[in-house]
């Protein structure tokens, strides 16, 4: 059962076409990853499937409803659809637990003492039980990244967007927060990523998208993509990167 489902999506900025007339179906439970060269679109699009960008036409469907409707409130259906970015953008003067409490307890009208169990409860999931009352400059980028991870599923999200979750961190600092995807979707999770990293798309992704100027130019299982790409620029993208 799809559960995002974007038809025709376009959007520029001023003269440059971003997204070209983008199809994607993201089923249930399903991991899909966006490849492609860096200004090939992959970003702008996952801005655009929680509203962070306005599309200039096409629809977004969430379970079959149109969320691009002009007039919907987009910050009902950002807590449908959560996203982590590559800058972690924790606030430096809360500690990990203030960090990630603060969206639930503004936006559900929940106190501290409700959320806390729950809250504990993702931090011990992802190996940071011990690290709640850390400030952000006293974790590691790894351990940061985590936490931003922890702060979009306390909202309790339908759908998980990573946007390059880990090119800012040093390379033994990526598998940590790769371990947090594998569990996440082991667990069921519906996540779209944008990813440079090709050895764990083709592990992991349920179906993989090269983007390419603003469009998806090949989708398929990752066997398809990485072993037998149909296109000539999607053999020569992988071939520079592999």
Same mark, same amino acid.
């Given at each position: 059962m799809s559960k995002l489902? !974007?038809? &025709?999506?376009?959007? %520029?900025f001023g003269e440059r076409k971003v997204c070209s007339g983008i199809n994607l179906t993201v089923n249930d439970g399903e991991m899909v990853c966006l490849i492609g060269a860096s200004g090939s679109g992959k970003s702008t699009l996952l801005?655009? @499937? #929680?509203?962070l960008e306005e599309i200039d036409e096409g629809e977004i !469907?969430? #379970?079959?409803?149109d969320i691009s409707l002009p007039g919907l409130d987009p910050q009902q259906i950002r807590q449908q659809i959560g996203i982590v970015f590559q800058s972690? &953008? !924790?606030?430096?003067? @809360?500690?990990? *637990?203030? #960090?990630? @409490?603060?969206?639930p307890r503004r936006t559900h009208k929940r106190s501290k003492d409700e959320l806390r169990p729950e809250i504990e409860e993702l931090f011990k999931r992802f190996g940071l039980a011990d690290r709640m009352l850390n400030y952000p400059d006293q974790l590691s980028g790894g351990q940061q990244q985590r936490v931003a /991870?922890? $702060?979009?599923l306390a909202m309790k999200p339908k759908i998980m967007l990573f946007d390059e979750i880990t090119s800012a961190l040093d390379p033994e600092l990526v598998a940590e927060v790769l371990d /947090? *995807? $594998? =569990?996440?979707h082991r667990e069921g999770m519906t996540m779209v990523l944008a990813t440079h990293e090709m050895s764990f798309?083709?592990?992991?992704?349920?179906?993989?998208?090269? *983007?390419?100027?603003?469009?998806? !130019?090949?989708?398929?299982?990752?066997?398809?993509?990485? %072993? #037998?790409?149909? =296109?000539t620029r999607t053999q020569a993208f992988l071939k520079s990167v592999l």
């Open positions: 489902e !974007l038809i &025709n999506i376009h959007k %520029s801005r655009c @499937m #929680n509203l !469907l969430l #379970n079959g409803e972690y &953008n !924790l606030f430096p003067h @809360m500690n990990a *637990l203030e #960090n990630v @409490m603060l969206a /991870v922890i $702060r979009a /947090v *995807l $594998r =569990q996440l798309a083709k592990e992991l992704a349920d179906k993989v998208c090269f *983007l390419d100027a603003g469009e998806i !130019l090949e989708e398929g299982p990752p066997e398809a993509i990485f %072993s #037998n790409p149909k =296109q």
